[in-house]
């Protein structure tokens, strides 16, 4: 016991200045006595400190075994697992880090919540990205990753911060600060900053997206004009197609909706071709084309079928075409997964809310 508590004891006071000491003695210590939750959890911390990634993951995953409640832990795991691309697994570990809590450490918070979004960043999920880093609004965080990522989110930009160019990253950068003040609940400093982005990067892609997304709550007809602007600037900015389409939808202009969506449906990443399916759905529903409406919701629905919202739609459709016993069992499996979900809280930068689904 007294070894053990020695071990302990050294490894703790070296784990920030020594990590390579640190690991040695938490191993030693962990010979002694394997069940020691935090020495496992330690272990990983120096492991990563080290850029030891497949070490420390190791350490973390016999850590949450021991006490799979430990928040920080599976955070802390989700972290490692993440410099090892494995981002769907480490994606799910965050999250239940986050579910059982991060702790009251702020700075790793903001770490971990980074982290999370820019690699729901890199896969083009970017309304996740934001919800990701949402949160840290309320706590008065100001920084530098923070900005930048919620840049990417702003521009539509799904790249690695290191892959930018001088001036795409102050371009992040701006849009970021912007977004940043509009979701911190700074609408002057907000105003100033897309002005400001406006006038030096009038044409760069994703720029008039991002201002459009910030009209969406005050000016509709503003909103689509500038998502049109950055179609006509940025043809591949696919986001901006289904923000028109949207936009269309809400007016009853189901013709000029499927129009966009066309355009969209040929750019698109596979994983997200059920928000285009949905949409033409909805699209033929305002346009009262019932039975062109259906087949895009079954296709959406089956790409996605934990998304509500498909269902609802679906439910409609089926009713306005007489299918009683189909809109039931839709307009159930809507009632279901809307008990089981909880809403975002932010702003949605799809259509749909919900992630991405299979091809």
Known sequence: MAQFEDYARRAEAVLDSQPEQAVQLYRKALAIRPAWVDGWLYLGAALYQMNR??????????????????????????LAEAELDNAEQALADIRKGEELGLGANLEFEVAVRVKAARMLVLNSTF?????????????????QAVAETM???????????????????ELVQLAGKAAWDTVSQRPVEAAAAYRQMLERYPSAPGVRYAHGLYLMETDLAGALGEFQAEVKNNPGNWPAQLMVASLYIRQGSADEALAALGEAMKRVP???????????????????????????????????????QIHYYLSQAYRRAGRKEDAQRESAL??????????????????????????
């Open 270 to 308: 596979p994983h997200f071709r059920w928000i285009c399916h949905a949409e033409m759905g909805r699209a033929n529903l305002t346009g009262d084309r019932i039975e062109a409406a259906i087949p895009h919701f079954e296709r959406a629905a089956g790409l996605m079928p934990a998304n509500a």
């Open 127 to 143: 309304d996740e990205a934001l919800a990701q880093l949402q949160p840290l609004s309320k706590k008065n965080v100001d920084s």
């Open 53 to 78: 990634e497949a070490e420390a993951t190791d350490a973390f995953r016999k850590g949450v075994a021991l006490a799979p409640g430990h928040g920080m832990a599976w955070a802390f795991l989700g």
């Open 334 to 359: 809507f009632q279901k997964l809307m008990a089981q979900q909880d809403p975002l809280g932010v702003p949605s930068l799809r259509p749909f809310a919900g992630g991405a689904g299979k091809n």
């Open 151 to 169: 840049g990417l989110c702003a521009l539509a930009m799904p790249r690695k911060i290191s892959e930018l160019t001088p001036e795409q990253r």
